[in-house]
Antibody, heavy 118, light 108 residues
Framework: EVQLVESGGGLVQPGGSLRLSCAASGFIFSSYWMHWVRQTPGKGLVWVSHINSDGSTTNYADSVKGRFTVSRDNTKNTLYLQMNGLRAEDTAVYYC???????????WGQGTLVTVSS | EIVMTQSPATLSLSPGERATLSCRASQSVGRNVAWYQQKRGQAPRLLIYRASNTATGIPARFSGSGSGTEFTLTISSLQSEDFVVYYCQQYNNWPPHTFGQGTKLEIK
């Protein structure tokens, strides 16, 4: 069974940092592109970042470019999102998601809440 | 950036009725559109990929159609558990992989 489990969320002050993790199991992690998607409470889904299967290619939404860094450790089956320079508008539930070879997102984690507030 | 526009924002129907949800892309995305269902407090769940392919384990009452800029999610006979929020997403031109703003299906 495919499982994605996020962790690392919490309350952080503006300007602070957090590192989210997404532990994967039940599939060959190193074969799949992975994504981060966020959702502001009560609002819609916003794509944040993706990383290809071997970690050599990454992309970011303009709103997080230069502040967030996505990475992965295929030996640990884990995806990461390092978030620096956090702002109030980064407050959201962050989901990791697996991309199929078609490009859609067929499995999602349960999400981890990040709250940026003083 | 491709903008995905869903309509209506809220759709009020009764159990047993047919639901038709629309999604329009600001430019052609071929057939590279997915639909997701999100229940309150849960992660999104993939329903439809490549515009019309039903994902594993999804009931047959869910179907998708469309190509280019116009896409439709149809639920043939609404069950009580279907009254939640639905999102479309394009993955033809990225980054970013853009989502629609969602359609909330509510009980009339």
């Amino acid at each position: 069974e495919v499982q994605l489990v996020e962790s690392g969320g919490g309350l952080v002050q503006p300007g602070g940092s957090l590192r989210l993790s997404c532990a994967a199991s039940g599939f060959i992690f190193s074969s799949y592109w992975m994504h981060w998607v966020r959702q502001t409470p009560g609002k819609g889904l916003v794509w944040v970042s993706h990383i290809n299967s071997d970690g050599s290619t990454t992309n970011y939404a303009d709103s997080v470019k230069g502040r967030f860094t996505v990475s992965r450790d295929n030996t640990k089956n884990t995806l990461y999102l390092q978030m620096n320079g956090l702002r109030a508008e980064d407050t959201a539930v962050y989901y990791c998601a697996r991309a199929t070879f078609e490009g859609d997102f067929d499995h999602w984690g349960q999400g981890t809440l990040v709250t940026v507030s003083s | 950036e491709i903008v995905m526009t869903q309509s209506p924002a809220t759709l009020s129907l009764s159990p047993g009725e047919r639901a038709t949800l629309s999604c329009r892309a600001s430019q052609s995305v071929g057939r590279n559109v997915a639909w997701y269902q999100q229940k309150r407090g849960q992660a999104p769940r993939l329903l439809i990929y490549r515009a019309s392919n039903t994902a594993t384990g999804i009931p047959a009452r869910f179907s998708g159609s469309g190509s280019g800029t116009e896409f439709t999610l149809t639920i043939s006979s609404l069950q009580s558990e279907d009254f939640v929020v639905y999102y479309c997403q394009q993955y033809n031109n990225w980054p970013p992989h853009t989502f629609g703003q969602g359609t909330k299906l509510e009980i009339k």
